[in-house]
């Protein structure tokens, strides 16, 4: 297997900052398997409203968010449902990816923190196969921190969830680790 120096760049859809999408992400950070690291893109709410006209002289911020995501070797999504959708700031986030030239591929592991969020999950499936991102199903999970407020150091220590998230992120560092 070939994962040492592989990156994968976690991204949570809420700004909120008890966000349970957030704690799942940086619980994941702390059970990656060996060779594989995660880092949070903590810059979603300081991005701009996505607008076409701003590709020929791109704002600082989107560059970095591009520049980061093109250097990730894939993408661990966790996004709460609004509304029987994604939250605004998300769907944002991935419409200044779409003109990125290098998303093409990109292999996605989409962790879900609500059994409840189903078509926030249906909607973003949809978005990110659009924008020729690879799903990978098998490193794609729920876990219920909808009735369990749980932050990462209780998701870690929690031996049901640990164990789900490593596997999980076990199956995504196969298809992170292909060229
Ligand atoms: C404005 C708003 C709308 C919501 N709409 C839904 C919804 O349609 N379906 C659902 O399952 N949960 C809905 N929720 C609940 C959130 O998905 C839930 O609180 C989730 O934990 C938020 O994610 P976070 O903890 O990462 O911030 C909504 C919450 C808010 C604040």
């Not at 976690?10 to 900052?17: D, V």
């Not at 996004?79 to 990816?97: H, I, Q, T, V």
């Amino acid at each position: 297997m070939r994962t040492a120096g592989r990156h994968v760049l976690a991204i949570s859809g809420s700004l909120r900052t008890a966000s349970s999408n957030t704690s799942l992400l940086l619980a994941a950070e702390r059970l990656a398997p060996p060779g594989l690291r995660i880092q949070r893109f903590a810059g979603m709410g300081a991005l701009p409203h996505f607008n076409p006209d701003l590709e020929a002289d791109l704002p600082a911020t989107v560059a970095d968010l591009r520049a980061t995501v093109d250097a990730a070797n894939g993408l661990l999504i966790s996004c709460p449902e609004y509304a029987r959708g994604m939250p605004g700031s998300f769907k944002n986030l991935l419409d200044w990816l779409v003109g990125s030239p290098n998303f093409h591929a990109k292999p996605v592991a989409i962790f879900n923190a609500s059994p409840r969020a189903s078509e926030a999950q249906r909607s973003l499936r949809l978005v990110l196969t659009t924008m020729s991102a690879l799903v990978i199903e098998d490193a794609s999970i729920t876990v219920d921190l909808l009735t369990r407020k749980l932050g990462p150091g209780a998701i870690v220590a929690d031996a049901g969830m640990a164990a789900e998230i490593a596997t999980a992120l076990t199956n995504f560092s196969e298809f992170v680790a292909k060229p």
